[in-house]
């Protein structure tokens, strides 16, 4: 893919200069900006915007507004690649206007594609699903495969992201049939990375392992190197989950380093996350607050809620750990209201766990009763949503986390893991009771 992406530099490149030679704007025009998305795809995203940025106005300078709105366009898809999600958003939604204005059905689809996969991240599933929905009528409409099957891998997606494992499944799985009926080489390949992280959700680490290393594969055979380093990021998190912390730290260590070449601030900030939970587990506490503090940043930046919740919580649940719990309360609390406006359930019972926790150590009795009652009825209600053989799964791991713990003498791992099997004993219960 490298060779082609190389290939067509070269041959626009070369028309570029012969449409120049005869002073034909357009069409010099038209060469920038293909080698702009050429540099955009490559995720060289400086010198894609110079390009585009410089096609754009050639393009307003001869009056030609297809060839500028498509440029406005590509812009905001490189902000939407670099997190920079206000300014994409901007920009897709002016772009999405021009369309409308000189009536090209295909750029308005794409452009509510794009916009619908910003949601998509920020967590704004019902704003995404009705965008995503619409892109994909007009794209079936005016006979465009490829946006139909792009739509579809979007909205199954947002299926597995909220747990419903099975609707995203098949979807995902016709995605991708239809991508390589097409020869989507790289949606199709998207498609396994998805599926293959279905499956780790599914505590199916052995059918995740194999998908996401083709995934990886497969990513770099076609140069994605976003593609390549998410699928390392994913197999490290397996590793994570099932306590091989010394592979995970290098794959994650790897994975993160990949991301900062090409400028995700997602990825990046994912990985630190990730990278901190580790280190807490391994009682390096100091380690762990610097770099969940850092992902936290990163993630507030770049307007990612859950991950700056989520390293909220992991930043109380520590100074729970270390006893402060003046401070662990604080921080416990603000997450837990911050996951009930994205209703985010767990978040919530997790963080009324935790809450109750503190309470019962400090001989605050009574709150304390009522935190983790509220907490055990949360989890119930999580209970219906997941499957049996999860259970006993994570009841495995976290018994050999203990062990692991009470080798070294950390008591406050050895705490934790006994509040967390506690926890999966009790959604375990609830799922059976009903």
């Keep these: 893919m490298q060779a082609r992406y190389n290939e067509a530099t070269e041959m626009l490149s070369e028309a570029k200069r012969q449409f120049e030679e005869v002073n034909h704007q357009l069409g010099a025009a038209q060469c920038l900006r293909n080698l702009g ?3 955009w795809m490559q995720a060289r995203y400086h010198q894609a915007t110079e390009m585009l940025l410089k096609a754009r106005g050639q393009f307003e300078e001869i009056g030609n507004q297809l060839g500028a709105a498509q440029c406005l366009q590509g812009l905001g898809n490189i902000h939407r690649m670099q997190d920079k999600y206000s300014e994409a958003i901007e920009m897709l939604s ?10 090209d059905q295909l750029g308005v689809a794409q452009c509510l594609q794009s916009l619908g996969d910003i949601h998509r991240t920020q967590g704004k599933y019902s704003e995404t699903a009705e965008m995503l929905s619409k892109a994909k009528s007009q794209f079936k409409e005016i006979g465009n495969q490829l946006g139909v099957a792009q739509c579809l891998q979007s909205l199954g997606n947002i299926h597995w992201m909220q747990a419903r494992y099975s609707e995203a499944t098949e979807m995902l799985s016709k995605a991708k049939s239809q991508f390589e009926k097409i020869g989507g080489q790289l949606g199709a390949t998207q498609c396994l990375r998805s599926l293959g992280n279905i499956c780790q ?5 052995n059918e995740a392992t194999e998908m996401l290393s083709k995934a990886k594969s497969q990513f770099e055979e076609i140069g994605s190197q976003i593609g390549a380093a998410q699928c390392l990021q994913n197999l490290g998190n397996i590793h994570r989950i099932q306590g091989r ?11 993160k380093s990949q991301f900062e070449v090409i400028g995700n601030q997602l990825g990046a ?9 580790i280190y807490w587990i391994q009682a390096r506490d100091s380690e762990a607050t610097e770099m969940l503090s850092k992902a936290k940043g990163q ?3 770049i307007g990612y809620q859950l991950g700056a919740m989520q390293c ?3 930043l109380g649940d520590i100074h729970q750990m270390q006893y402060r719990y003046s401070e662990g309360t604080k921080m416990l609390s603000k997450a837990k209201i911050q ?8 978040g919530v019972a997790q963080c009324l766990q935790s809450l109750g926790n503190i309470y019962q150590m400090q001989g605050r009795y009574s709150e304390a009763t009522e935190m983790l009652s509220k907490s055990k009825s949360q989890f119930k209600e999580i209970g219906h949503q997941l499957g049996a053989a999860q259970y006993s799964e994570a009841t495995e791991l976290l018994s050999k986390a203990k062990s692991q713990f009470e080798k070294i003498g950390h008591q406050p791992g050895v705490a934790q893991c006994l509040e967390n099997l506690e926890a999966n004993y009790q959604i375990q219960r609830c799922h059976k009771e009903d």
């Design 37 to 39: 998305d050429i540099h």
């Design 94 to 103: 002016k772009a999405k206007n021009q369309f409308e204005e000189i009536g």
């Design 201 to 205: 959700m599914q505590s199916k680490y």
């Design 245 to 255: 912390y010394s592979e995970a730290i290098e794959m994650l260590s790897k994975a």
């Design 269 to 277: 900030a994912q990985c630190l996350q990730s990278l901190g939970n």
């Design 299 to 301: 993630f507030e930046e």
């Design 312 to 314: 909220l919580r992991s």
């Design 339 to 346: 996951f009930e406006e994205i209703g985010n359930q767990l």
